[in-house]
């Protein structure tokens, strides 16, 4: 069955500090792969996208993700976080190529809590 | 170039009341999408239109759900009567048709509460 997989349902991190936010997927085929993120209050704003080329994707406000079709996976990382980037974070797979089935499967969702 | 849009942001019904949801895609994009995300729980493909025309309608829970998208613009997706299990946020996306591998933009969601 088609899946994804968000490990961590939520993280805490100074402000300044390193962050990855885990996202693993089953899908039969080859999938392409986004990142969305909430802020409170807000819609959901795409971060990254996956479809295919360099396995190392970046992506808006310094976030970078990672490919890696070994491990079925598709971490998210930024270098450096920022009190902004509270919010919550998901992870979600999509069949590529053209046809009638669009729909995206999605995680359960990261919640980021930055401490100053 | 103005987001997708939905409308209203907040709704607080009883149970058995009828709520009409509204979704305006960007325009010029052909694909609308509608998704649910019930408290606890990962996001959920309710429904996919092309234009007028429903594509995939696999995710509607039952037959107290109805969308519709006349003239291929705006959609709207009703519930009809509403239960406590369908409170959530209901969001919408949409797409620029003729991509092989389109990217969904999303509006704020609606965040439906059932009382």
């Known amino acids: 069955a088609q899946s994804v997989t968000q490990p961590d349902i939520h993280i805490t991190v100074s402000e300044g500090a390193s962050l990855e936010l885990r996202c693993n997927y089953s899908y039969g085929a080859t999938p392409y792969l986004f990142w969305y993120v909430q802020s409170p209050g807000q819609g959901l704003q795409l971060l990254l996208k996956?479809?295919?080329?360099d396995t190392l994707v970046q992506g808006i406000k310094g976030f970078e993700a990672e490919f890696k079709r070994s491990q079925s996976s598709f971490n998210l990382r930024k270098p450096s976080v920022h009190w902004s980037d509270a919010a919550e974070y998901f992870c979600a797979v999509g069949p590529l190529g053209a046809g009638n089935n669009r729909k995206l499967i999605w995680g359960l969702g990261t919640s980021l809590a930055v401490n100053p | 170039e103005a987001g997708v849009t939905q409308f209203p942001s907040h709704s607080v019904i009883e149970k058995g009341q009828t709520v009409t949801l509204r979704c305006d895609p960007i325009s010029g994009h052909d694909n609308l999408y509608w998704y649910r995300r019930v408290m606890g729980k990962e996001i959920k493909f309710l429904l996919h239109f092309v234009k007028e025309s429903k594509q995939d309608e696999s995710g509607m829970p039952n037959n107290r759900f109805l969308a519709e998208r006349t003239g291929g613009t705006y959609s709207t997706l009703k519930v009809q009567p509403a239960e406590l299990e369908d409170s959530g946020v209901y969001f919408c996306?949409?797409?620029?048709?003729?991509?092989?591998?389109?990217?969904?933009?999303f509006g704020p969601g609606t965040r439906l509460t059932v009382l």
């Open positions: 996306a949409s797409s620029q048709e003729g991509f092989p591998t389109d990217t969904q933009y």
């Open positions: 996956y479809f295919s080329g």
